[in-house]
């Protein structure tokens, strides 16, 4: 705000200097707004700061004598339409959302009591409060994103864990087994019931107990 020219810059400079106070707190509630607003989008939690400059110079200009402007409404219309178009954008929830499609449609292959897999790789495990998956099948789908990406899925609290690691011990049809525990709120909130009988590769549907 040193650099400044013409009649509307100099105007809005000295508006800043007058109750420089008032709009640096000003700024950093707009800030923590914008960042609540986002919720777990990381992306867009990161541009809050962007938004939040934009709304306090349109703050400081509506109080330019002889300047109105509607920079509170035009902030939150262009806010709200990015957060809701950068949905897709929140990367840990997509991921997330592409491996539990990926399961959903090889219930075949997915552990349950009452039903193994048989001569074929186990992908995972369905137990009533999560979705198990194997770890080398989660490797092999997210590379080197995988350790980032299970940890802000812990972060988040989309993972069953045992106390001393990310993965949890998972006990199913007397076999013991180490998978990454999606928690079922997680699957039923992108839109998954893993509660319902399974296909399995003869276009049979089957039913499993839940223990």
Request: charged share 30%.
């Amino acid at each position: 705000m040193e650099d400044y020219h013409g009649s509307l810059a100099l105007a809005f400079y000295e508006q800043y200097q007058a109750d420089i106070d008032y709009y640096k707190k000003a700024f950093r509630d707009f800030e923590s707004d914008f960042i609540q607003k986002a919720g777990d989008n990381e992306v867009v939690k990161r541009l809050g700061r962007s938004f939040a400059i934009i709304k306090l110079a349109g703050l400081v200009l509506d109080n330019v004598q002889g300047f109105a402007t509607d920079f509170d409404g035009v902030c939150e219309y262009v806010y709200q339409d990015m957060l809701e178009n950068n949905k897709a954008i929140d990367k840990p929830k997509q991921v997330l959302d592409e491996i539990l499609e990926d399961m959903d449609a090889n219930r075949a292959y997915l552990v349950t009591e009452g039903h193994d897999v048989i001569r074929a790789e186990i992908l995972g495990a369905i137990k009533a409060e999560y979705v198990g998956i194997s770890s080398k099948y989660l490797t092999e789908k997210l590379g080197h994103e995988k350790a980032a990406l299970v940890k802000e899925w812990y972060r988040r609290g989309y993972l069953s864990t045992d106390a001393d690691r990310m993965q949890k011990t998972v006990n199913v049809n007397n076999q013991k087994y180490r998978m990454y525990a999606i928690n079922i709120f997680i699957a039923k909130e992108l839109g998954y019931n893993f509660t319902t009988g399974m296909t399995d590769r003869s276009g049979r549907e089957n039913s499993y107990s839940f223990k």
